[in-house]
């Protein structure tokens, strides 16, 4: 190679290395930031408190609104399915209304909090007897996303519910008045 084509070569990568990241920036400029999704998420809880030591999985399906890259809301339907022992069992479905606060770190990755309520059924067979609790209660949580590309985001969140059973439904021998559910899970977002 000679001279002349050297420099030119170096000059055409030197080029493509400098307008690569203007290239990225402008595409990113161009992604629209708001706007409606839904999404779907799998993940763990961990069931604890009185008769309600468990481990099993969830699932979870939203439709939410990003206003713009800081603020979402979302409504969310979990189901935690059935958990408990041959003694207590539980079966606790609902719909969760939340207010996500989020810190963009690059154009792709940001963390985030969420709080919010749920609004809950929660079947529960104890010692020969059965009651239901429909009831609202506050969660809160934080998480992590990363979009893969402009419109499909992957995250992963960890949440804390919380619900009541009333002790003396089943003759004193429920020892607390509910569990709490810590949760982890990853999910799939897709913006419109």
């Given amino acids: 190679m000679n001279h002349k084509a050297g420099i030119a070569c170096a000059t055409v990568l030197t080029a493509t290395a400098l307008a690569a990241p203007a290239a990225w920036a402008q595409g990113a400029v161009d992604r629209d930031q708001s706007g409606p999704y839904i999404s779907g998420s799998y ?17 979870g399906a939203a439709l939410g609104y990003q206003f713009n890259p800081f603020f979402a809301a979302e409504a969310e339907y979990i189901d935690f399915g059935n958990f408990g022992d041959d003694n207590v069992e539980g079966q606790l479905k609902g719909i969760g209304v939340g207010a996500i606060g989020r810190l963009p770190l690059t154009d792709s990755f940001g963390v985030y909090g ?3 309520v749920l609004a809950s059924a929660f079947d529960v067979d104890a010692f020969n007897e059965s009651e239901t609790y429909d009831e609202v209660t506050p969660f809160a949580g934080a998480g992590v996303d990363f979009r893969v590309t402009p419109k499909l985001t992957a995250f992963a969140e960890y949440n804390r519910y919380s619900v009541d059973v009333e002790e003396e439904d089943f003759n004193g021998q429920v ?17 419109f």
């Fill in 43 to 59: 993940g763990g809880y961990k069931a604890h408190g009185g008769e309600f030591e468990d481990e099993n999985d969830l699932f």
């Fill in 114 to 116: 969420k709080v919010g």
């Fill in 175 to 191: 020892t607390n008045s509910g569990p709490e559910f810590d949760t982890g899970r990853v999910g799939l977002k897709y913006q």
